[in-house]
């Protein structure tokens, strides 16, 4: 019904009217992406057989969006680092470079958090990304540019990360569809910084978008080969599953309680499901849940199988230069001088605090397998857990500062290596977002996304911010 040109021209006159206000994609590729939008119609004007185009650009001419920690050929890679400033990708991605091949365009890369590792997407080379519910609130991190793009209807889908919950966090915060998958199906290369050591069993790459039946599409280009592992040819019967549900992690000192507004929004999904399927949704008291943020830091910062030590944040923020001392760098952040953002310098600090106490750390990791066999077995073939996305909506800006392990609610799936889907349920009292997280064992990614599929129809899915 419409030209790939006037589609891709539709979503660029959308970013020049609104990225002003969300500064959430920090470098566009608008000529290339009409260029390519032109071959594509010219593709589809040639081509007799839509069928057969349809099986080999399975997202042919739509506008996707990346993360610019990832390699995009001619766009920066930064990371938000300042001595990285000058750095241009000469090269795709992995999943990029599928997207590509599947006929999705780029219409640009997204801001992230300084080196992806803090929950606001802020740095000193874009600056800040805000929320498109309220641009005085976080677009989270690190995939932050990622979740307010799509919220504010700028892109179609695009490619995020998560190492501790950079693509459900923005998804929760900016009322649209993420999915971590099950760990190691979709390849992480490509990206920077790149995790190491055991780091590597806890990052995952994978999609975010404003609609729950595009996330599978996207995870099947996006995983390659690797996608049999994952069932999404299963047909999923949701009156089978075995859905359980859990409040809140039991109470950690270290995080925020849980808001009412995002329990009540839980109580009502826990609702539907026994009313319009008629299922039973077991409440669960999972104990060590209470130590997730001390159980991720604990495994960021321990020894792979091979004893290789995880990559230390400081040699990372010097990426290659000369090491960076946080203590330092407080005293420079503090008179306006130095070149890295607070929560980079804090976590700098941080860490050499985990390096004093080795047997703590040893029975937190002893702990986190534990857990894992735990939830495996609670979960098994067919089962759901439902659990909060955040302890709170969207914050005001700097605020995480201030309860900088509220990340622990999505963290601890990292660890587990479980799959996730991040699923909008409406907005608050305030207009802000809410959301819940969907959990499945190990390549059981087809049940999350089936659930969400059918959430979106009963609760709304996406709202277009501006709307209330």
């Given amino acids: 019904q419409v030209t790939c040109v006037e589609v891709v021209e539709a979503y660029v006159e959308r970013v020049r009217e609104i990225n002003p206000l969300i500064n959430a994609l920090v470098k566009d590729r608008f000529e290339e992406a009409l260029q390519e939008a032109r071959q594509v119609d010219k593709l589809l004007s040639e081509g007799p ?270 990426d290659h230069g000369k090491p960076v001392w946080p203590l330092w760098e407080l005293m420079k952040w503090l008179v306006g001088m130095s070149s890295h953002t607070l929560p980079a310098i804090a976590l700098g600090l941080t860490e050499k605090l985990m390096k004093l106490n080795p047997a703590g750390n040893a029975k937190l990791v002893s702990m986190a397998k534990s857990l894992q066999e735990e939830m495996e077995a609670l979960l098994g073939p067919d089962g759901v857990l439902l659990y909060p996305s955040h302890p709170t909506v969207a914050p005001r800006h700097h605020s995480p500062i201030c309860t900088p392990f509220n990340f622990a609610y999505t963290a601890i799936f990292n660890v587990l290596g479980l799959p996730v889907t991040q699923c909008p349920l409406g907005l608050s009292s305030e207009g802000l977002p809410l959301g819940i997280q969907l959990v499945a064992a190990s390549y059981n990614d087809h049940l999350t996304l089936a659930v969400a599929r059918y959430l979106e129809k009963a609760f709304g899915g996406w709202v277009l911010p501006g709307q209330v």
């Fill in 49 to 318: 057989d839509n069928d057969c185009l349809e099986e080999k650009f399975p997202l042919l001419g739509v506008p996707i969006t990346v993360k610019e920690a990832f390699s995009l050929h001619g766009m920066p890679n930064t990371s938000g680092l300042v001595s990285r400033r000058n750095v241009i990708a000469t090269s795709d991605a992995p999943v990029v470079s599928r997207l590509k091949q599947a006929g999705a365009i780029p219409l640009g890369v997204t801001n992230c958090s300084e080196l992806c590792m803090w929950f606001e997407s802020s740095n000193k080379v874009y600056g800040r990304t805000n929320n498109p519910y309220d641009l005085q609130r976080i677009a989270g991190g690190s995939s932050g540019g990622e979740g307010s793009v799509l919220a504010a209807a700028c892109s179609v889908i695009g490619v995020g990360s998560d190492i501790g919950g950079s693509i459900r966090m923005p998804a929760f915060f900016n009322g649209v569809f993420g999915h971590k998958p099950t760990t190691g199906v979709v390849p992480n290369e490509g990206q920077f910084p790149i995790a190491q050591g055991v780091r590597t069993s806890l990052l995952c790459t994978g999609p975010m978008c404003r609609y729950a039946e595009d996330l599978e599409p996207m995870l099947r280009v996006m995983a390659g080969s690797g996608v049999d592992k994952l069932k999404l040819d299963e047909k999923v019967s949701l009156g089978k599953i075995k859905f359980h549900c859990m409040d809140h992690d039991g109470g950690s000192i270290f995080v925020s309680p849980v808001d009412k507004e995002i329990l009540q929004a839980q109580k009502k999904v826990v609702e539907h499901l026994k009313g319009e399927l008629g299922v039973q949704v077991q409440p669960v008291a999972i104990h060590k849940m209470k130590y997730s943020f001390q159980i991720w830091s604990a495994m960021m910062s321990s020894t792979d199988s091979d004893g290789q030590e995880a990559q230390l944040f400081t040699d990372l923020l010097g």
